[in-house]
T-cell receptor
């Protein structure tokens, strides 16, 4: 069966520091991969998605970037964090089927101080 | 692009009563409609989904209905229990790689 791992679970970082969140998927090949952000008490905002190695699409202009160095690895990064980057970050995967649901990782709660 | 509206934002029901959450979508090409449940501090988890060629689907106490003409779909939870308390998200997709468009969520509160 497929599993998705995301780490770290929680992170407290000062403003201006770098960020690296990692996500890996097991048990499937060539998944579509996604990064979502959820502000406290709010909905799910799509940040990036990827359909293959090195292919990244950005949904919103922001202080973050994403990379996909391997088929089942997705990384979210920032060079300098802002206070507004605080939130709950969720990695997700889906298959290439038109009716494939998203499967979410456990999330990373990021607090920028 | 697709836009999904979800109502109500908060719903409080007595334990044992039914709860209904409604969503509308804008893109008539949307053909896949999942629902997610998110407990506090946890990840959203798929609870039920429906495809455009089906009008209704049931799974024990949960059911989803779809009206393609009106472009709306609804989640029905019967005999609500305390563990049903959570935030519920509807979503819609046209099957593209950019995934799902989510509603803003409904906070369901089950009163004992």
């Amino acid at each position: 069966s497929q599993t998705i791992h995301q780490w770290p679970a929680t992170l407290v970082q000062p403003v201006g520091s770098p960020l690296s969140l990692e996500c890996t998927v097991e048990g499937t090949s060539n998944p579509n991969l996604y990064w979502y952000r959820q502000a406290a008490g709010r909905g799910l905002q799509l940040l990036f998605y990827s359909v293959g190695i090195g292919q990244i699409s950005s949904e919103v202009p922001q202080n973050l970037s994403a990379s996909r160095p391997q088929d089942r690895q997705f990384i979210l990064s920032s060079k300098k964090l802002l206070l507004s980057d605080s939130g709950f970050y969720l990695c997700a995967w889906s298959s290439n089927r038109w009716d494939s649901p998203l499967h979410f990782g456990n999330g990373t709660r990021l607090t920028v101080t | 692009g697709e836009n999904v509206e979800q109502h109500p934002s908060t719903l409080s029901v007595q334990e044992g009563d039914s709860a209904v959450i409604k969503c509308t979508y804008s893109d008539s090409a949307s053909n896949y409609f999942p629902w997610y449940k998110q407990e506090l501090g946890k990840r959203p988890q798929l609870i039920i989904d429906i495809r455009s060629n089906v009008g209704e689907k049931k799974d024990q106490r949960i059911a989803v209905t779809l009206n393609k003409t009106a472009k709306h779909f609804s989640l029905h939870i019967t005999e609500t229990q305390p563990e049903d308390s959570a935030v519920y998200f509807c979503a819609a997709s046209i099957g593209g790689a950019d995934g799902l468009t989510f509603g803003k969520g409904t906070h369901l509160i089950i009163q004992p």
